[in-house]
């Protein structure tokens, strides 16, 4: 019955690996269909880039870095209890990776490829670790000063901060250290408008985003034993929430209605294992509307060239994700308890403040030291011939006649 218990959580974790594996999949399409169409090669070799680069960089260092763990023994140990130790880890890569795919977003239409594949090295290596290891594993005793101050420690189920709150707030870093897109913003004040490519595609991501979504929030209980039915749900209504919110907050913009279900995503991976199925409702409809309202701000009035937005759908409704936790999973509001408003306070701010410093960082110094973005005329070639020297349509590729 032992045996049989292992290999079943091998096999349920192992699924939740895959299906978050093929979220990245989704962040490739979100940020092809949102790009011009001169960059959407450059979009779907990033995510891919990206992902292979996060697990050297996790295997190797990340991984060891957050729980104390090293895969450097014999093949026969490794395989013990069916291996579920190595499908753990398979499932918390594809969480670490998604760092650099949430980043990409950001920073897309302008960034140098190497420098940027360096940058992402450094964080999930480095940086992500730091603070999943703080959350997850109770490094460096902060979730213990955090319990002892607060009554309960920080809660975060399923990475609203993270994951989410921590490459949003990476990817603002970065994007303030880069700057605007060539031609965004004219000195006059005015600034001139970039459409999505192809709005199929952006919703093709957002469609695979969220399906995965299921195996990112439900997995995260990492055994069979503990996957919960209330999980699912509540991140099913909150998916809903972030829909309609968008949908009405944003007019009936396409654009915004696929991020709707995303950002209500974001927002309940925290709480998700607390909250009664109404409060999921309200945290994913806040987070909906906030990523329309925070996505309108920070480009028309703040001038932030956050490409895909990242920074209000992942960095600001991960940081309200944290903080609802601490609301709507009290039994107050119909949730389980357990949890308590100031740690989830703190311990968000803890998350954000790590990330956006990090970031500053990493990014910083890449940009000191080799660069980090392309010429003004790589830009307007686009980053498809710059880069990669073919584009998504091929009968224009440079040198052909």
Same mark, same amino acid.
């Given at each position: 019955?032992?045996?049989?218990?292992?290999?079943?959580?091998?096999?349920?974790? #192992?699924?939740?690996?895959?299906?978050?594996?093929?979220?990245?999949?989704?962040?490739?399409?979100?940020?092809?269909?949102?790009?011009?169409?001169?960059?959407?090669?450059?979009?779907?070799?990033? &995510?891919?880039?990206?992902?292979? *680069?996060?697990?050297? !960089?996790?295997?190797?260092?990340?991984?060891?870095?957050?729980?104390?763990?090293?895969?450097?023994?014999?093949?026969?140990?490794?395989?013990?209890?069916?291996?579920? @130790?190595?499908?753990?880890?398979?499932?918390?890569?594809?969480?670490?990776?998604?760092?650099?795919?949430?980043?990409?977003?950001?920073?897309?239409?302008? !960034?140098?490829?190497?420098?940027?594949?360096?940058? %992402?090295?450094? *964080?999930?290596?480095? #940086?992500?670790?730091?603070?999943?290891?703080?959350?997850? +594993?109770?490094?460096?005793?902060?979730?213990?000063?955090?319990?002892?101050?607060?009554?309960?420690?920080?809660?975060?189920? =399923?990475?609203?901060?993270?994951?989410?709150?921590?490459?949003?707030?990476?990817?603002?870093?970065?994007? /303030?250290?880069?700057?605007?897109?060539?031609?965004?913003?004219?000195?006059?004040?005015?600034?001139? !408008?970039?459409?999505?490519?192809? &709005?199929?595609?952006?919703?093709?991501?957002?469609?695979?985003?969220?399906?995965?979504?299921?195996?990112? +929030?439900?997995?995260?209980?990492?055994?069979?034993? =503990?996957? %919960?039915?209330l999980v699912a749900v509540n991140s099913l209504m909150a998916m809903v929430g972030g &829909?309609?919110?968008? /949908?009405? $907050?944003?007019?009936?913009?396409?654009?915004?209605?696929?991020?709707?279900?995303? =950002?209500?995503?974001?927002?309940?991976?925290?709480?998700?294992?607390?909250?009664?199925?109404?409060?999921?409702?309200?945290?994913?409809?806040?987070?909906?509307?906030?990523?329309?309202?925070?996505?309108?701000?920070?480009?028309?009035?703040?001038?932030?060239?956050?490409?895909?937005?990242?920074?209000? #759908?992942?960095?600001?409704?991960? /940081?309200?994700?944290? *903080?609802?936790?601490?609301?709507?999973?009290?039994?107050?509001?119909?949730?389980?308890?357990?949890?308590?408003?100031?740690?989830?306070?703190?311990?968000?701010?803890?998350?954000? %403040?790590? $990330?956006?410093?990090?970031?500053?960082? *990493?990014?910083?110094?890449?940009?000191? @030291?080799?660069?980090?973005?392309?010429?003004?005329?790589?830009?307007?070639?686009?980053?498809?011939? %710059?880069?990669?020297?073919?584009?998504?349509?091929?009968?224009?590729?440079?040198?052909?006649?």
């Amino acid at each position: 019955m032992e045996a049989q218990q292992t290999s079943s959580d091998v096999l349920f974790i #192992l699924i939740g690996a895959v299906m978050v594996l093929a979220m990245h999949a989704g962040f490739a399409f979100l940020e092809l269909g949102t790009v011009r169409a001169k960059n959407q090669v450059n979009a779907l070799v990033k &995510i891919m880039s990206d992902f292979a *680069i996060s697990t050297i !960089a996790y295997f190797f260092i990340g991984y060891s870095l957050a729980y104390g763990i090293d895969f450097f023994t014999d093949a026969t140990l490794l395989q013990a209890n069916n291996g579920y @130790a190595l499908v753990k880890f398979f499932f918390l890569l594809t969480f670490a990776a998604a760092i650099p795919a949430i980043i990409s977003g950001g920073i897309a239409e302008r !960034a140098r490829f190497y420098p940027q594949l360096l940058a %992402s090295f450094l *964080i999930v290596g480095l #940086l992500y670790p730091f603070f999943e290891g703080i959350t997850w +594993n109770g490094n460096f005793g902060i979730q213990t000063l955090i319990e002892t101050t607060f009554g309960a420690p920080f809660h975060d189920f =399923a990475g609203s901060v993270v994951v989410h709150a921590v490459g949003g707030w990476i990817a603002l870093a970065a994007v /303030l250290l880069l700057g605007s897109r060539f031609g965004r913003y004219r000195k006059d004040g005015s600034m001139t !408008a970039h459409p999505p490519s192809s &709005i199929p595609f952006l919703a093709l991501g957002a469609w695979t985003l969220t399906v995965g979504w299921f195996g990112f +929030n439900v997995m995260s209980a990492q055994t069979l034993n =503990a996957v %919960s039915g209330l999980v699912a749900v509540n991140s099913l209504m909150a998916m809903v929430g972030g &829909i309609l919110a968008a /949908l009405i $907050a944003g007019k009936n913009d396409p654009g915004f209605l696929h991020n709707g279900p995303l =950002a209500g995503l974001v927002a309940v991976c925290a709480g998700s294992d607390l909250m009664h199925p109404l409060g999921a409702l309200i945290t994913g409809s806040i987070a909906g509307a906030l990523f329309v309202y925070a996505f309108t701000i920070t480009q028309n009035k703040w001038k932030i060239d956050d490409v895909l937005g990242v920074w209000p #759908l992942h960095g600001l409704c991960g /940081l309200w994700g944290g *903080i609802a936790a601490g609301i709507f999973g009290l039994p107050l509001f119909g949730g389980v308890g357990g949890v308590s408003f100031g740690a989830q306070f703190v311990g968000t701010l803890i998350g954000v %403040s790590i $990330a956006f410093a990090g970031g500053f960082i *990493i990014y910083g110094l890449i940009k000191f @030291a080799i660069g980090m973005r392309l010429s003004d005329e790589e830009e307007y070639l686009g980053a498809d011939l %710059s880069i990669h020297n073919i584009t998504a349509q091929p009968d224009y590729n440079r040198g052909e006649v």
